[in-house]
């Protein structure tokens, strides 16, 4: 079993759509979990960033953690043209750690 | 502006030929890192660097080499490309330590094609 697991997609939405993205993973060692955005042609961004179990909120997007269950999903409300892109998940063991990056998904927002 | 940046963005090379690809980051950041992305295999970690002239494997370092004499460039050298080297690279930087605790910010890619 890989250490991240990330469905490869592609997933094609309408405009407006809930949008849940999700990995699973099997290092219970696993602290630091983050996703990144990756337009064509451009270098992964950082979307969102949790430590540990729990939710985060940044607009549009939610970020949780169920360590518990070894996943981690990302959820897109109102999903927009402009969220067409590549979504990665990466996890980390501890501060000094790498990270560990999932296969990503594009996701395809239509208008 | 704050920003990584890699050279050449795109490279067409033969068998054998030493390249060198640099990577230069403007943020004084500590945490330098090269990671390669292929179609179903996704980002993997070449190699990385916690400070100057200190730098360590990742995942798949084979046929890679690094070096890191100043804190702000991190080249990447092959010295005799192979086809399995035809790849996306991105060259990535982070201001602390470690990867896993802050941003890393990514340079554009180079698209490396070895024939």
């Known amino acids: 079993q890989k250490e991240v697991e990330q469905d490869p997609g592609p997933l094609s939405v309408p405009e407006g759509a809930i949008v849940s993205l999700n990995c699973t993973y099997s290092n219970s060692a696993f602290q630091y979990f983050m996703w990144y955005r990756q337009y064509s042609r451009k270098g992964p961004e950082l979307l969102m960033y949790t430590y540990s179990s729990g939710n985060k909120e940044d607009g549009r997007f939610t970020a949780q953690v169920d360590k518990s269950s070894k996943y981690i999903s990302l959820f897109i409300r109102d999903s927009q043209p402009s969220d067409s892109a590549t979504y990665l998940c990466a996890m980390g063991r501890g501060a000094n750690s790498k990270l560990t990056f999932g296969k990503g998904i594009t996701l395809s927002v239509r208008p | 502006e704050a920003q990584v940046t890699q050279n050449p963005r795109y490279l067409i090379t033969v068998t054998g030929k030493k390249l060198t690809v640099t990577c230069s980051q403007n943020m004084n950041h500590e945490y ?19 400070n100057v002239e200190v730098t360590d494997k990742g995942d798949v370092p084979e046929g890679y080499k690094v070096s890191r004499k100043e804190k702000r460039n991190f080249p990447l050298i092959l010295e005799s490309p192979s086809p399995n080297q035809t790849s996306l690279y991105f060259c990535a930087s982070s201001p602390l330590r470690g990867a896993s605790t802050d941003t890393q910010y990514f340079g554009p890619g180079t698209r490396l094609t070895v024939l």
């Open chain 2, 32 to 50: 330098m890192s090269w990671y390669r992305q292929d179609p179903g295999l996704g980002l993997r970690q070449i190699y990385y660097s916690m």
